[in-house]
Nanobody
Framework: QVQLVESGGGLVQAGDSLRLSCAAS????????MGWFRQAPGKEREFVAA????????YYQRSVKDRFTISRDDAKNMVYLQLNSLKPEDTAVYYC??????????????????WGQGTQVTVSS
């Protein structure tokens, strides 16, 4: 069973960038598809991006595809989400997620098995 801890959130202005990090422990990290989800106040949790085991495949929510980049470092058991050109509507709690059976694309439509506690991203206008 893998444990996930996010970091890197904060308060930024529109147009700024942030890099979120997720540290994984307790499992065979390289065998997991990793993803990021977010939940804004009063809204349901939504998929943001995912990266397959080995990093060969990525999948993004359409609204972030040209602004966000997901990556992983299997040697460090880390997954990252680079957020560029941030908008106020990107304000949310961002969650790291993991699943051993899903592909990156499948994670866009399903609920992974493992979740972190989340990190807050607030974008002011």
């Amino acid at each position: 069973q893998v444990q996930l801890v996010e970091s890197g959130g904060g308060l930024v202005q529109a147009g700024d960038s942030l890099r979120l990090s997720c540290a994984a422990s307790g499992g065979a990290f390289s065998s997991y598809t990793m993803g990021w989800f977010r939940q804004a106040p009063g809204k349901e949790r939504e998929f943001v991006a995912a990266i397959s085991w080995g990093g060969s495949s990525t999948y993004y929510q359409r609204s972030v595809k040209d602004r966000f980049t997901i990556s992983r470092d299997d040697a460090k058991n880390m997954v990252y989400l680079q957020l560029n050109s941030l908008k106020p509507e990107d304000t949310a709690v961002y969650y790291c997620a993991a699943d051993q059976l899903m592909t990156a694309r499948a994670m866009g439509g399903a609920r992974p098995d493992y979740w972190g506690q989340g990190t807050q991203v607030t974008v002011s206008s």
